[in-house]
C-alpha cells in the first residue's frame, strides 16, 4: 500500500469496518425480526387454544338446554305411566342370576 495516494489505506480499513458494523447491525435486526415473528405465532397458537377450551360455549348451550328444559309443559304420568314406573322399579330390585 506504500505507492497509494495519502490516506488510501485509511480510508479502505473504515470502509471495511464500516460494511462489517452494516453487516452486525443488519444480523441483529433479521434476529429480532425473527424472535418477534416467533413470539406472534406463539401468542396467535394460545389465542387458538384459549378459544376451544374456552367454556363460555358449553355453558350457553347447557343454559339452553335447562331452559327448555323449564319452559316444557309438565305432564302428569297416566295410570299406564304410574303401572310402568312402579313396574320398572320392582324389576331393578329383583336379583340377578
Not at 452494516?22 to 394460545?46: P, V
Not at 377450551?53 to 331452559?67: D, F, I, L, R
Amino acid at each position: 500500500m506504500s505507492g497509494l495516494p495519502s490516506g488510501m489505506k485509511e480510508q479502505t480499513l473504515a470502509d471495511y469496518d464500516a460494511n462489517e458494523a452494516r453487516g452486525f447491525d443488519q444480523n441483529m435486526i433479521n434476529n429480532l425480526l425473527m424472535n418477534e415473528q416467533a413470539k406472534q405465532g406463539a401468542a396467535a397458537l394460545l389465542t387458538g387454544q384459549e378459544q376451544i377450551s374456552n367454556p363460555v360455549g358449553y355453558t350457553s348451550a347447557a343454559m339452553q338446554g335447562n331452559q327448555s328444559i323449564m319452559n316444557a309443559p309438565l305432564q302428569t304420568p297416566g295410570i299406564g305411566g304410574l303401572l310402568g314406573g312402579i313396574a320398572s322399579g320392582v324389576i331393578s330390585k329383583l336379583p340377578t342370576f
